[in-house]
Every structure is written in structure tokens, then in C-alpha cells.
């Protein structure tokens, strides 16, 4: 019995699952240039890996966020 009682305060004092999610803007600043020159005949930059790079995180902060009620989205500059 006061277990349950223990998990009904528990309950009653998380804040709602339905509340209205947060957006949360990212900006990405780039800077346009040339890639660096290869080291041998394997090595290829990509040109974007700094958008890239912002993608793959913008994309995980947005799995991580959904348990919170966040929604995070990215804003790209040059």
C-alpha cells in the first residue's frame, strides 16, 4: 500500500506529458573555403562536413529531446 501511495505522489508531482513543446533553434555558421589537400591517393575531404556535422547533432538532440518535451531545429548561415 504505500507503494502505491509512494507512486501516486510520484505521479502527481511530474509535470504533464502533453505540455506544449519547446522549440529550440540552432544556427550554424560556416565558413565557405577550399578543402586542404590530400595527404595520399585515398584521401578525399568532403566539402560539407561542417554542415554535416550539424545535422547528425541537431538530428540526436532531437531523439534525446522528445522524452523532455523539446524539439530542436537548425538555422543555417553562411
Do not use: K, N
Not at 4 to 10: N, Q, R, T
Not at 31 to 56: C, H, I, T, V
Amino acid at each position: 500500500m504505500r507503494l502505491a501511495a509512494a507512486f501516486l505522489i510520484l505521479l502527481l508531482s511530474m509535470p504533464p506529458a502533453f505540455a506544449e513543446a519547446q522549440t529550440i533553434v540552432i544556427g550554424y555558421l560556416g565558413e565557405a573555403r577550399s578543402p586542404p589537400l590530400p595527404l595520399g591517393p585515398l584521401d578525399a575531404f568532403p566539402a560539407d562536413d561542417g554542415l554535416q556535422g550539424a545535422r547528425l547533432g541537431v538530428a540526436d538532440d532531437d531523439g534525446t529531446g522528445r522524452f523532455v518535451g523539446q524539439h530542436f531545429g537548425w538555422w543555417r548561415g553562411c
